[in-house]
């Protein structure tokens, strides 16, 4: 391993960071089909040594972020978390958690949907182990983020702010950067729903040395994707379909480039072909109109933009979503009558999105020091 890490430091001083390639765009023209099956990365099999003994204390939020109406524990997920707990730094950098927050709280709204969707890319791929952060430093090997579903994610900067002001404080290899991606997650949905809907992340990620554009197409879903296909793409990472509809209601916030709904593979601005509500479909086409070439964005929920709230599944019943994935979640039985349970005003979804993003956050998670680190994030030789 040792000698891995030499040649990984000498690929690297040898490379180029590439950190400013993080440009928009959604899907563009032609991009390769996915396979109906994804591919699930190798299972990460834990050797000895075992993890750093996590202290399972359940701090409750802070006082001054403390949630105005509390909400009860998630339920419990069904998949082991490997070794992560709740409050898992409380003894070796006690305002790591803290520090995330604040660095969050004063992103804009559309940074913070990134970082939610930042989180999401991070574990299907590899599971939660940042490797999308990292920087190319083999010109022939490009990263997660140059793979095309990840040239849109945005975010970046804010997980190297929060990193930053944790190493000053604890040091640099206190707190891996998966850590404070899913604490970022966490902290944008918190501060999105206007306080509503917080939960505890568990922690104890360590961060992964590999990272592969080519890892990207199988195993993140595209969006025109059919409902089997999403399915089958959770399915892969342990998650149930009524958590992928659950987490599609992250499309709540946010915005999209119009390719990514307006190309040859995904014709959502063609009547004939689209169930768009045509007030919408009208409406996107002159959004998306650009004499330049240019690949506009549109916000993806036409009524709350910058809310977390259940409105997306009231736009997947009224049609108003922008992808053939959100719209297939009608397709299929089990899948429409979690969008018509979502929909209700009742709470069930905030307390199912809770539980879901805990299940997300521990996919494949790396828990032991054998071959994983704790690094600066983007970079994997700086220890
Ligand atoms: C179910 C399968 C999913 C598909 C096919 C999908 C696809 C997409 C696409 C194509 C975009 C727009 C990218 C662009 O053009 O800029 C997007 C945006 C977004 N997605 Fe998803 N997504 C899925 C699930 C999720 C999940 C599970 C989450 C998080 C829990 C998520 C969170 C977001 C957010 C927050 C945005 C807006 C990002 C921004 O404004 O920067 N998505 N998604």
Known sequence: MAKLVTVLALIALLGSTA???????????????????????PPYTPSTPSPPTPTPVTPSPPPSYTPSTPSPPPPTPTTPTKGLAVGYYNKTCSRAEDIVREVVRDANPGIMAGLIRLFFHDCFVRGCDASVL???VDPNSPTEKFGVPNLSLRGFEVIDAAKARIEKECGSDAVSCADVVAFAGRDATYFLSNKKVYFDMPAGRYDGLVSLSNETLPNLPPPFATVDQLKANFASKGLTADEMVTLSGAHTIGISHCSSFNSSFSDRLNPSTSDMDPMLMS???????????????????????????????????????????DAALMKADDTSAAVRANAKDNGVWE??????????????VKTSANGEIRRKCGVINSY
């Open 134 to 136: 990292l920087d190319q």
């Open 351 to 364: 307390e199912k999105f809770k539980a879901a993003m805990v299940r997300m956050g521990a996919i494949e």
């Open 283 to 325: 409406s996107l086409r002159e959004q998306c109109k650009s004499d330049t070439g240019n690949d506009n964005t549109v916000v993806q929920d036409i009524k709350t933009p910058n809310k977390v709230d259940n409105k997306y599944y009231k736009n997947v019943l009224s049609h108003e979503v922008l992808f053939d994935s």
């Open 19 to 41: 950190r400013t390639c993080q440009a928009g765009y959604g899907y563009p023209t032609p991009v390769p089909s996915i396979p109906s099956t994804p591919t699930a990365p």
